[in-house]
């Protein structure tokens, strides 16, 4: 069955404002030409615009894995579920190797690509630098050292690619090496169509980290 969402009626509970939400008139026109699936926008009754969007893929190692796909369709592959606080997640990944990537495909009219990631620093970090390469587009982050809470950062690369780095959690330890703290990040990065990187559909996302340590210390 196909449910079609004329209105929908929002109530603020803090001041009991009541404000309706309805299809946008460019969006009411295209409605016999757009997916279900691809961006839809609305407005409210007092002019402000919401915009739509929709998940294209979600890699979630905490999940179970497919057996037919088990590194979610990510290259160089690593998945680590030996310390119960950091659950099931994509590495480690120390000195002298492979970084991992994933091509994911992006649909059509796509005004904007976002990527949330979440990268944990385990164990030993000294200065050590982490890059993620969209379509060799490159996103530094900078340098991470084990007992310093790097806080939120953000930049925009010279194609016009806006990144935000958070420190979600304060340096504490977590598992692994007792003798050195673990943190938390959260990454987003958004990808406009302006870059052109997605125009054919298909987006690179490379994650690498320079860091001077074996494994048994990252």
């Known amino acids: ?15 009991g404002g009541v404000t309706g939400i309805s299809f946008c008139p460019e969006c009411k026109a295209l409605q016999s030409t757009r997916s279900a699936s691809q961006n839809q926008c609305f407005k409210t009754e007092f002019g402000m615009e919401i915009k739509g969007s929709t ?4 890699d979630d190692f905490n999940e179970d894995l497919d057996e037919g796909e088990p590194m979610r369709g990510w290259s160089n592959a690593e998945v680590d579920a030996s310390e119960k606080k950091f659950g099931q997640f994509l590495g480690r990944y120390g000195r002298d190797m492979e970084s991992p990537h994933k091509e994911y495909r992006v649909p059509r009219d796509v005004d904007r690509v976002t990527f949330s990631i979440d990268f944990y620093e385990i164990d030993l970090w000294d200065n050590d630098d982490v890059c993620i390469f969209v379509d060799g587009e490159t996103i530094n982050l900078g340098p991470f050292s084990s007992n310093v809470d790097e806080g939120t950062f953000n930049g ?48 690179r996302l490379t994650l690498q980290a320079h860091v001077t340590e074996k494994l048994e210390d990252q």
């Open 1 to 15: 069955n196909k449910i079609n969402v004329k209105q929908v009626e929002v109530i603020f509970p803090a001041t």
């Open 156 to 203: 925009t690369t010279q194609l016009g690619i806006e990144w935000m780095c958070d420190s979600v959690s304060k340096p504490n330890h977590l598992g692994f090496n007792s003798d050195y703290m673990d943190q938390l990040h959260r990454v987003v990065i958004k990808v406009p169509d302006t870059t052109g990187l997605f125009a054919d559909g298909k987006l």
């Open 55 to 58: 998940t294209i893929a979600s």
